[in-house]
């Protein structure tokens, strides 16, 4: 069983750029389809981005297309989400999730890590 590790969130001005990580331990990233949620105050869980085992495939949610990038490096086992151009609605929870197909991991994936708390202020 793959265990997952975020960080990187913190506080930011409106317009700033962050950086999280997400780290695996367990169990090899390379075979596990990797993706990013989010969840606000009051708010549900919703899906961020995802990238396929080899990183050939990503998927954004239409509210962070163009300002959002995920990115992977198998070799540290690292998944990487670089947010640019941050908006106060941007706030919430970033949790780190791991599936074996790209459908599952951008719906249910079975693996999460603990979340790390991205606040943008206006």
């Known amino acids: 069983q793959v265990q997952l590790v975020e960080s990187g969130g913190g506080l930011v001005e409106a317009g700033g750029s962050l950086r999280l990580s997400c780290a695996a331990s367990?169990?090899?990233?390379?075979?596990?389809?990797m993706g990013w949620f989010r969840q606000a105050p009051g708010k549900e869980r919703e899906f961020v981005a995802a990238?396929?085992?080899?990183?050939?495939?990503?998927y954004y949610a239409d509210s962070v297309k163009g300002r959002f990038t995920i990115s992977r490096r198998n070799a540290n086992d690292t998944v990487y989400l670089q947010m640019n151009s941050l908006k106060p609605e941007d706030t919430a929870v970033y949790y780190c999730?791991?599936?074996?197909?790209?459908?599952?991991?951008?719906?249910?994936?079975?693996?999460w890590g603990q979340g790390t708390q991205v606040t943008v202020s206006s």
């Open positions: 999730a791991a599936g074996r197909t790209i459908v599952v991991v951008r719906t249910t994936p079975p693996y």
């Open positions: 367990g169990r090899s990233l390379s075979t596990y389809n």
């Open positions: 990238i396929s085992w080899g990183g050939f495939g990503t």
